[in-house]
């Protein structure tokens, strides 16, 4: 088992396609991204940040969350109206035949 942790290697989603011209690129080992968030979320999680990179990592995290906050919120009311819309459904069905 080895004591060094292994090497970055980009993810699909911060892999800048060839013939585009990355946002922003990483100070600390030049690995390209396609959005500012993207490398300061980057800085934030893999390398030492500088007082200034863990303020612009703070605030991503925070859009982050709140991102996902509203993908959730969003997720509960597509849930509730197909529960309510099949219950609705389900009770014309039904009740038709009666």
């Known amino acids: 088992m080895s004591d060094s942790a292994p090497a970055f290697r980009p993810a699909r ?3 800048v396609p060839d013939g585009e011209t990355p946002a922003a ?4 080992c030049e690995c390209p991204f396609r ?3 993207a490398r300061d979320l980057h800085v934030g999680e893999h390398h030492d940040p500088s007082e200034a990179e863990r303020a ?3 605030a991503a995290l925070e859009r ?3 991102d996902l906050w509203l993908f959730h919120a969003k997720a509960v009311i597509v ?3 197909t529960y309510a819309a099949t219950v609705i459904l389900y009770m014309a069905v039904l ?3 009666f």
């Open 35 to 37: 959005s500012e968030h």
């Open 95 to 97: 009740g038709s035949f």
């Open 25 to 28: 690129t990483c100070p600390h």
């Open 56 to 58: 612009r990592y703070e």
């Open 64 to 66: 982050e969350r709140d």
């Open 13 to 15: 989603d911060t892999a």
């Open 79 to 81: 849930l509730g109206v």
